[in-house]
């Protein structure tokens, strides 16, 4: 039986933690056949691991789309997208497929930075993705960006900025507060414009997290391919980030980074839904 084919318009990540990389690892375990259109390369330095961003030039991003739409991907996800012109070619290659789903990871910064890359792509990300998104699953200072709010730092606060991101037009929104939300538990809102369901599970004491939130989305954009409805395709990639950020390891003194297949090979984590 032939697989369902995802998409990624990401960066790559040179240490394999995050960007295209993590989105590979996590379409096979979903077993989905993964395609990629690179936007940058970001290196590390290796003594301090501040990153460069490299911008890979447009015709070759447009050379990569066209490969890729060749090929029809059933669901599209983007990661890091480093100009406005990039975010609108990342629009139009979806309006131009026929994949059903579009899911918007909205890459702001690097992992230990706390400034936006570009403060104009967040304009653009509001104009060009979210009318077009499937899911959007903006972290707590990004869910900020995008509803032009500070920083939520409640549940009530995280609430109102899903509510606002819906009404810019993305029809599914899920705003990962993990372990930043107050309480036991590790806590991400979700919201279809008519119910909130807070998805919980317990936190866990680790730093071992690069890679988390493309993986993350890249586990929503493959159940969505294999046919799951948002809420479940959710749900499921929260288990499955949940287990492999448990079971990451340290992989130098700057990085430690998640168990893409922990899920599969080592254990399945329980996630809770309640409806708020």
């Known amino acids: 039986m032939a697989l369902k084919k995802t998409l990624t318009i990401a960066g790559s990540d040179t240490s394999g933690g995050a960007g295209i990389a993590a989105d590979l690892k996590t379409f096979q375990e979903h077993e989905t056949y993964g395609m990629t259109a690179l936007t940058t390369i970001v290196t590390m330095d290796p003594e301090t691991w501040s990153h460069g961003v490299n911008p890979i030039p447009l015709d070759v991003v447009d050379a990569q789309l066209e490969t890729a739409l060749s090929i029809s991907p059933d669901a599209i996800k983007t990661g890091m997208l480093p100009s406005e012109e990039v975010i609108e070619r990342s629009k139009n290659a979806f309006l131009n497929s026929d994949a059903e789903h579009f899911v918007i990871d909205p890459v702001m910064v690097c992992k230990g930075d706390d400034e936006v890359l570009n403060p104009g792509l967040v304009d653009a990300m509001v104009e060009h993705l979210l009318p077009h998104a499937t899911v959007v699953t903006p972290n707590l200072f990004e869910a900020g960006q995008l509803a032009g709010y500070k920083t939520p730092k409640t549940l009530d606060a995280a609430k109102k900025c899903a509510e606002v991101i819906h009404e810019k037009g993305a029809k599914h929104v ?103």
């Open 174 to 276: 899920i705003i990962k507060g993990g372990s930043e939300i107050e309480g036991e538990k590790a806590v991400d809102v979700y919201y279809d414009g008519d119910t909130f369901h807070m998805l919980t599970s317990d936190k866990i004491d680790a730093s071992y997290n690069h890679g988390a939130g493309c993986t993350f989305a890249a586990a929503i954009t493959a159940n969505l391919a294999n046919g799951q409805a948002p809420l479940e395709a959710i749900q499921n990639a929260k288990a499955f980030v949940t287990s492999a950020i448990k079971n990451g390891w340290k992989m130098n003194e700057h990085v430690g980074v998640v168990r893409h297949g922990a899920a599969n090979t080592v254990e399945k984590i329980d996630v809770q839904d309640e409806t708020i």
